[in-house]
């Protein structure tokens, strides 16, 4: 048996010291820790380093300066510490005890802690007090402001263990300030425990320490590994000016060898760089290392399926995030968690939200859908984007059979329904329930948002946020968001559920009628409060959006001719800094150059998507890191933004199928996954050294040793040069674009988890899931007839190819509603938009050169039916 140490047993003994709460405590509410919509960075940050090193190794500097802190040994009492009312510390074998209560829900809503204490700007502190805790757990140690905007100048995350450790941490304070206060932050644990802190102290005179991120061997890799038939491209952080020789090895044995290239100093890391190509060498295999000037790399594997879970993965990070159902640990183990939002104590519930206070007179139940990110808020914008690009990686290749039921383990999975299908209608099914109800104001417009009146502290468990749900105000930007993915939904549900799909092209329609009607309602920047404000003040890019999905699934002339006189249709939409959710005119046009349709001029919306890619081919190829987005400041979320430029790329391969798009995909991936400045990947699971402490309520293991860190396959945000965040301004001031990024969890300005940032992960999974290379076939798809409900097609396959084909199976899919009835010279079947036409034993030979034509009648649904475009003889391309 473990004995409790002597100053728990003697609980009850002690003399208890009942303290008068500071009336700053009653106060002390957090900074966001998920921040407004453009939160500036504060300029009065302070730079500090807060890895604890036990004080005994902490030297004090020459000129320490005097002590700051009043009794911090406690050996008069415990005056003039305060506590909130809920906790009442005590002087115990010499050190201030308290039982803190269980129950409570952020961290700050249990606090010991002592005002005026000065801060004179500039100077370096070293902040150092021993810590206890039974049983052991994490609690927070602030030195901050002690009103709002509770600036905190100093905030580190102790682990407390019972036997207790020193701490030592310092900063440097940014502001002349007469009283800040020191407090620690016990709040947030659901049972009961006991706190000890002694020798509390903040003495000025301190060394700054500054912050070194690890950042290893100087030879950078894609960690995950490279693509026997894709280009492989390293970086080398050097000195050097002239070339040095590289050598790749496997197993000891050299396989091939090189010079690099000096490429000068790169302006998005300030390194002196050279670049190694490799690229000759196709053979499979793992434990490949690139050694150059002395350094040599993380491990890395050659091999055609190094991204074979990828697209699962990501797509799996859905299910996780979704709000308004239980997550069953039978389908992610260590992750389940009852079900959030639902109307069950504490939470109150997203099954019947009122607006904020003179917004409305109606309630809606918004149950369901996907937290947005680290938060518990669900915004119509950032999910529309979101929920698009599941539905756009899966429309791109319904016929390639890599989305199938069942491959994304989540509770649908046997209903017949593709799993990435239910997983995007989890979403689409929340958006469609913001819309605002007949006979309201506003009818058919959305809301703009629905989170928490207040922010709540980290870790919080989504069942277990007891703060009030609120409606926003509706904004045209959310309707367009409804708008256009009510359309794309329309037509991708069509052969599943043929209600579902016409519930949503009602709503889309009302929607795209209602933003017509007011076509500037943007949202309030400044309604940041508990929740992101996602403001935009343009929506004429969303609008060209909405109009494109309604045109692709209706064919209407309305949709048509605004999408043709939209600016945004002819206009240089490919910005280097990329798309996100508030520049979606590139979803726009992305759709219909990719999905069949019968716009008059779309040969040249074709052709833009080329243009598009070949600027981000020449950022990339000028970028010595291979990246293909290099503004001179990195953008909050910069790799979704990067992920996003691969996109236009990847849609660009498919269109012309030339080599050099895609591998632009695969040299970008190398960044996100080892190949850059911090040496790190940025996907949880994936390589030697990967962020894993994403910004989350609720994967928050480096808050909580029990709870786990983000699934597989998460991606973070990425360097952000505004630096928003406390931790990330004390870390990372001055830091060149791809420094300004840390893996820690209070980092949400660089380091959070998103619904918008896996969507592109996921969607470039996908696509690099379908066949690459083309087939040796041709395929000419004739329509010979139409007429008011039905149409007449022949098919001729050629093999272009020098070898006979024996036995043929060609896919393609239909828009969506179309039905194949009879047919001939072939044996024809249909799953979903599917259809798989098989050779009958007299025509299952295709000769080199030779040619096979069969034909169908088939049904048409309302609305286009353009020809299909993508086929694919025996699982390759035919093009
Ligand atoms: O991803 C958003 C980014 O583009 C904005 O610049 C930033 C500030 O408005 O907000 C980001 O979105 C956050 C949202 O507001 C709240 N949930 C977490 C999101 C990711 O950090």
Redesign the pocket.
């Known amino acids: 048996m473990i004995r409790p140490p002597a100053w728990l047993a003697l609980t009850t003994a002690a003399a208890l010291v009942t303290l008068t709460p500071s009336p700053a405590a009653a106060l002390v509410t957090p900074a966001p820790s ?6 500036a960075p504060d300029p009065s940050a302070a730079t500090a380093s807060a890895t604890p090193v036990p004080s005994s190794s902490a030297a004090p500097a020459d000129d320490e300066g005097p002590e700051q802190i009043v009794n911090g040994t406690f050996d008069t009492g415990t005056a003039p510490w305060w506590s909130t009312g809920n906790t009442t510390p005590e002087v115990e074998d010499g050190r201030l005890c308290a039982d803190v209560p269980g129950g409570t829900v952020n961290p700050w809503d249990v606090i010991i802690g002592q005002n005026d204490i000065p801060l004179v700007k500039d100077e370096t502190y070293a902040f150092s007090f021993f810590g206890a805790a039974a049983p052991g757990r994490v609690a927070k140690a602030l030195v901050q402001l002690p009103v709002d905007p509770y600036t905190q100048y100093l905030s580190a995350n102790p682990e407390l263990s019972v036997s207790g450790n020193d701490y030592t941490y310092t900063f440097t304070s940014p502001v002349d300030l007469p009283g800040a206060q020191v407090a620690f932050q016990l709040g947030g644990s659901a049972t009961p425990w006991r706190f000890c802190v002694d020798n509390v102290s903040l003495k000025g005179g301190a060394e700054p320490d500054v912050y070194k991120p690890d950042t290893g061997p100087r030879v950078r890799v894609n960690m995950v590994g490279y693509l026997p038939s894709g280009p492989k491209r390293a970086t080398l952080v050097t000195e050097k000016t002239e070339p040095v020789g590289w050598k790749l090895r496997r197993g000891g044995e050299l396989v091939a060898e090189g010079d690099t290239v000096p490429r000068g100093v790169d302006g998005s890391s300030g390194q002196n760089v050279h670049t190694v190509d490799f690229g000759s060498v196709t053979a499979p295999g793992t434990g490949y290392t690139l050694e150059a000037d002395g350094e040599t790399s993380r491990p890395f594997d050659i091999g055609a399926d190094v991204y074979g879970d990828l697209r699962a993965d990501a797509l799996k990070f859905y299910y996780t995030q979704r709000s308004g159902i239980e997550i069953l640990d039978s389908l992610r183990p260590g992750y389940g968690r009852p079900a959030g939002h639902v109307g069950v104590a504490p939470n109150q519930g997203d099954v019947e939200v009122p607006c904020r206070p003179g917004v409305c007179d109606y309630t809606l139940n918004v149950a369901g859908g996907w937290y ?4 518990h ?1 669900k ?1 119509v914008v ?1 999910g529309g984007i979101s929920v698009h690009q599941l539905m756009a990686a899966y429309e791109r290749a319904k016929a390639d059979g890599i989305h199938e039921d069942g491959d994304l383990d989540i509770p649908e999975s046997g209903n017949g329904v593709p799993d990435i299908l239910d997983e995007a209608r989890w979403e689409q099914e929340f958006l469609l329930s913001m819309q605002v109800p007949d006979g309201k104001p506003h009818r058919g417009m959305a809301h703009h948002k629905i989170h928490d009146a207040a922010w709540t502290g980290l870790p919080l468990l989504p069942h277990l946020d007891p703060q009030r749900r609120e409606l926003h105000p509706v904004s045209t930007a959310a309707t367009l968001n409804l708008a256009a993915t009510a359309a794309q939904a329309a037509r991708l549900f069509a052969p599943y559920d043929a209600a579902f799909a016409a519930r949503n092209l009602t709503a889309a329609r009302k929607a795209w009628a209602a933003a017509k009607a007011d076509p500037a309602r943007y949202a309030d920047p400044a309604d ?1 409060v508990g ?5 935009d003040g343009d929506v004429t890019d969303e609008f060209y959006w909405a109009a494109a999905e309604l045109y692709i699934t209706t064919g209407e002339k309305e949709f048509r001719d605004f999408v043709l006189a939209s600016p945004h249709h002819t206009a240089d939409v490919w910005r280097e800094r990329g798309f ?3 520049n979606t005119a590139p979803l726009g046009r992305l759709q219909l150059a990719a999905v069949p349709n019968a716009l008059p001029d779309r040969a040249r919306v074709r052709e833009s998507v080329l243009e598009g890619a070949d600027k981000y081919l020449a950022v990339q190829k000028a970028h010595p890191y291979g990246l293909p987005y290099n503004p001179p400041d990195f ?3 910069s790799n979704n933004l990067v992920l996003n430029n691969m996109v236009v790329m990847a849609v660009a391969h498919d269109i012309s199928g030339e080599a050099k798009y895609r591998d632009g995909v695969l040299e970008g991936l190398d960044y996100i996954f080892g190949r850059n400045a911090l040496n790190q990947s940025y996907v949880t699971g994936y390589g030697e050294v990967a962020s894993k402490n994403q ?1 989350s309520r609720w994967y928050a293991r480096q808050l909580d040793p029990s709870l786990p860190n983000p699934p597989r396959g998460t991606l973070a ?1 990425g360097p952000n040069s505004s630096i ?1 965040d406390p931790v990330a301004q004390a870390k990372l001031r001055g830091c060149k674009p791809q420094f300004c990024y840390i893996d820690d969890i209070e980092s ?2 660089t380091n ?1 988890l ?1 619904i ?2 896996n969507s592109p992960l996921a969607w470039i999974a996908s696509y690099l899931a379908t066949p690459a290379a083309p087939g040796s076939c041709k395929v000419a798809y004739t329509v010979h007839g139409q007429w008011p409900d039905g149409f007449n097609a022949q098919v001729t396959i050629t093999n272009t190819g020098t070898t006979a084909i024996e036995g043929w199976t060609l896919r393609w899919s239909f828009l969506g509603g179309q039905t194949v009835r009879r047919h001939w010279s072939t044996h024809l079947s249909q799953d979903g938009a599917t259809v798989t036409a098989k050779n009958l034993s007299w025509n299952k030979t295709l000769k080199p050169g030779g040619s096979v034509t069969f034909g169908f009648l088939g049904a048409d649904a309302p609305g286009p039916d353009p020809r299909p475009e993508r086929f694919l003889l025996n699982g390759t391309l035919c093009r």
Request: hydrophobic share 25%; glycine share 26%.
């Open positions: 998920s921040p407004a919509a453009g939160t947005d990110a680290g938060d808020g915004y950032n940041g929740g992101g404000a996602y403001s996100d959710w508030g953008d909050w979320g910004h945000g928003q949400w300005a959070e998103t918008n940032w």
